[in-house]
């Protein structure tokens, strides 16, 4: 998809997507490097959010609402929902804060009721954990969890065979809908003469800890 490429560019520009070294939580030496937090100002993020509203309109998941996990899912699914919304597609969505208040609106959900089919954003699946709570505040509320959309797909595996986008495809049953993937960073690299220096060892990191099993 052409969004795909031109969100790797942007994070690329953005200094939000890095080549050097870098030690993963998994212990694991990288060849790149994603931190979503940098896209820090105005313009860079309305972009991001741009792209998630495509990438959910290019997904075609029902859904009635969207849900952003606490932190960082907070400004994505604000975000995201004033890019549908401009282009005529206008969602309600909520968020979670970490810590019950016990006063004013009480609780720890923000925003419109969670009701119906419910689409998750977050920025990305490292072990699954923000998605799993999220999933369970979702079916409490007696709404349904729908998908998550994240930024970029790292096609890693996890402690076993599967990616951890795998793994929340297989334990929740939901589809999960990545702006980008390793697969179209691979692509990007190859055809970017200013960074295609960088394509061989980021081939070699998929080689050697790229999922196996069908995505």
Request: charged share 20%; proline share 5%; net charge neutral.
């Amino acid at each position: 998809m052409d969004f795909s490429r031109e969100f790797i560019a942007l994070a690329c520009r953005k200094g939000v997507l890095r080549f050097g070294s870098f030690i993963t939580k998994a212990g694991r030496e990288s060849p790149y490097f994603f931190n979503a937090g940098l896209f820090d100002d105005g313009d860079s993020f309305r972009q991001l959010c741009g792209f998630y509203a495509r990438a959910i309109r290019a997904a075609g998941v029902p859904c009635n609402m969207l849900f952003g996990p606490a932190y960082k899912g907070i400004p994505l699914v604000a975000g995201a929902a004033i890019r549908l919304a401009e282009d005529g597609t206008n969602l309600p969505f909520a968020f979670n804060r970490k810590e019950a208040k016990d006063h004013g609106e009480g609780g720890t959900l923000i925003g419109a009721p969670l009701a119906g089919k419910v689409l998750i954003l977050d920025d990305v699946i490292s072990a699954g954990t923000s998605v799993r709570e999220s999933v369970n505040i979702i079916r409490a509320a007696g709404a349904e969890p729908a998908g998550v959309v994240i930024a970029l797909d790292r096609m890693e595996r996890g402690t076993g065979a599967l990616s951890a986008v795998q793994e929340v495809r297989e334990t929740f049953g939901i589809p999960v809908i990545a702006v980008a993937t390793l697969e179209d960073l691979i692509g990007y690299l190859a055809d970017m003469p200013q960074l295609v220096a960088n394509l061989d060892a980021v081939m070699a990191y998929r080689e050697r800890y790229g999922t196996t099993a069908p995505r």
